[in-house]
């Protein structure tokens, strides 16, 4: 696989539709990220209601698979459960450290396993998901501390 025809098969659409590229002004957390090795920045915004997100959405500027894999990756996240969503970020950083067998139930994400050919660009695919993460880390470590 080139370059090239990984951008196609992840480009699909997310590139020139992005899905919920915006703010959301009353967000519970947001998160912002870059990666230096590539020059992406994306600043991510979500809500949790019972834990559950109710919206997560995206900003940012960078290559072709920053943004569509944030745009995938919102989408995808979107009314999962916090549990649900760790687990989901987990088998989408297994299948792009070259692990097979994780690609079962993640969907559309699955067309960015071709990323593992450019080891460059893993941290490129992952950086959305990074922020989830750190964003769903954030609103966990306040309900321990007693708010909702
Ligand atoms: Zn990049």
Redesign the pocket.
Known sequence: MSLGELYREVIMDHSHHPRNRRRIEDADVTIGLD?PS?G?EIVLDLTVEGGVIRDVAYEGE??T??MAAASMMTEATRGMTLGEAKDLIERYKAMLMGHDGETDDLGELAFLKGVTQFPM?VK?AVLAFTALEKGIHEIEGESDHGQA
Do not use: A, F, P
């Open positions: 990666n590539c992406d960078g290559c698979i920053s660009r490129c």
